[in-house]
């Protein structure tokens, strides 16, 4: 079975996740820890502090208390840190998108990264980064903040937000092999590509279930 531990900084992203792992790892038991202050606490220091990291390594803590086997942090602003906390538990404590850039690092020449948060976009490339020098590759990343669909998303426009991420996608897909979408929340513009070229659109999503069960299944 395998009791699988996901730390959040927003709602928004908790039933994606929770179907995502659910759809890979069905036997597996799923314990959620949401706290959204921490990312706006990111937004107001604009860097990871002590403050920060202290915050989140007691949010995996309490879900390893629970008994968790894994923890998945699947704030991708916060990636940078998630090493520093996992130093701490006893558990593996995963970061949401490494699964997704590992495989784009070895499919992938000029990789495109999508994101709407601003916040997000630093900590994004440092992990990229770092899968590229672990696998030795040498994959070339061509980032694109699309800051207005995050307003719109705040703002409820949920149509306005999607859409504008889609013509990014559409634009820049000219430009790359690969195009990675950088926050879960913008996972379900997916659904609203052409057939023709989704395949090249990736999502942590379709990654994390299928690690999780692996990282949970060998322990």
């Known amino acids: 079975m395998g009791l699988v531990g996901l730390v959040?900084?927003?709602r928004l992203v908790i039933?994606?996740?929770?179907?995502?792992?659910?759809?890979?790892?069905?036997?597996?038991?799923?314990?959620?820890?949401?706290?959204?202050?921490?990312l706006r606490r990111l937004a107001q220091l604009k860097k990871i502090t002590p403050e920060i990291v202290d915050w989140l390594t007691k949010m995996v803590a309490s879900t390893e208390e629970a008994g968790a086997d894994l923890a998945i942090v699947s704030c991708s602003s916060l990636s940078p840190c998630v090493n520093e906390v996992g130093k701490h538990m006893i558990?593996?404590?995963?970061?949401v998108d490494e699964p997704m850039m590992e495989f784009a690092v070895k499919n992938g020449q000029r990789v495109g990264?999508?994101?709407t948060n601003p916040t997000t976009e630093k900590p994004s490339?440092?992990?990229?980064?770092?899968?590229?020098?672990?696998?030795?590759?040498?994959?070339?990343?061509?980032?694109?903040?699309?800051?207005?669909?995050?307003?719109?998303?705040?703002?409820?426009?949920?149509?306005?937000?999607?859409?504008?991420?889609?013509?990014?996608?559409?634009?820049?897909?000219k430009e790359v092999d690969l195009?990675?979408?950088?926050?879960?929340?913008i996972?379900?513009?997916?659904?609203?590509?052409?057939?023709?070229?989704?395949h090249r659109v990736l999502s942590s999503l379709d990654f994390i279930g299928a690690r999780a069960k692996e990282i949970v299944g060998a322990g």
Request: glycine share 4%.
């Open 8 to 10: 959040h900084t927003t």
């Open 15 to 38: 039933d994606p996740v929770h179907e995502a792992i659910v759809r890979s790892f069905p036997e597996a038991e799923v314990n959620h820890v949401l706290d959204e202050g921490i």
């Open 91 to 95: 558990m593996p404590v995963l970061k």
């Open 187 to 198: 996972a379900r513009v997916r659904s609203q590509l052409d057939d023709s070229f989704r």
């Open 125 to 173: 490339q440092i992990l990229f980064n770092e899968v590229s020098q672990s696998l030795g590759r040498k994959t070339l990343l061509v980032p694109r903040l699309c800051s207005n669909a995050f307003a719109r998303l705040n703002q409820g426009d949920l149509a306005g937000h999607d859409a504008e991420v889609v013509e990014a996608v559409e634009t820049m897909l």
């Open 179 to 185: 195009i990675m979408l950088a926050q879960i929340s």
């Open 113 to 115: 990264l999508i994101m």
